[in-house]
């Protein structure tokens, strides 16, 4: 090999095995430098449209309000996405029914988990000083949907 051919052939190889001027990072030049995984953002969005009728015993009078809180969560290794709304309806021949809608809009790492659906139908009064309630929770999982459609579920149980 000529001279020039020598220099070009120690300056290329020093430029491929990174013996060059450093990196901004600090590494020198030709260093690989293994990063973690990007990880998967899947958009999801959509509502949850739940309504039903709730039966009530005779501790709640007719004319009582009582509230209806929905719950909508969804986790995954990556994520943990929860979204709520609540209305408030009276008791009439001791029942009461109720539509409430849950709009979404979450992070997820895929779609093949559950998402959970609950309904909390709560009352509470006070009489004399004191205070008086019933509570319950209804609770389900299903598939989560597809995007930007509305899904309708039937949820009725007893307080």
Not at 62 to 91: F, I
Not at 112 to 138: E, H, L, N, W
Not at 146 to 158: E, P, Q
Request: proline share 4%; aromatic share 8%; net charge positive.
């Amino acid at each position: 090999m000529t001279p020039k051919l020598l220099v070009l052939a120690a300056a290329l190889s020093a430029a491929v095995l990174g013996s060059g001027p450093a990196r901004a990072d600090g590494e020198p030049a030709g260093t690989v430098v293994a990063t973690e995984a990007a990880i998967v953002r899947i958009d999801a969005r959509g509502k949850i449209r739940i309504s039903g009728e709730l039966v009530f015993n005779d501790a709640i009078p007719d004319g009582a309000v009582v509230g209806v809180a929905a719950y909508l969560s969804w986790y995954d290794d990556t994520y943990s996405n929860t979204s709520s709304s609540s209305v408030q309806v009276s008791v009439v021949g001791r029942k009461a029914r109720y539509v409430v809608v849950v709009p979404y809009r979450w992070s997820v790492a895929d779609r093949t988990g559950k998402m959970s659906v609950s309904i909390s139908p709560s009352y509470y009064r006070f009489d004399g000083g004191r205070q008086y309630g019933a509570y319950g929770s209804i609770q389900r999982s299903i598939a989560l949907p597809k995007n930007d459609t509305t899904v309708k579920l039937t949820m009725s149980g007893a307080l």
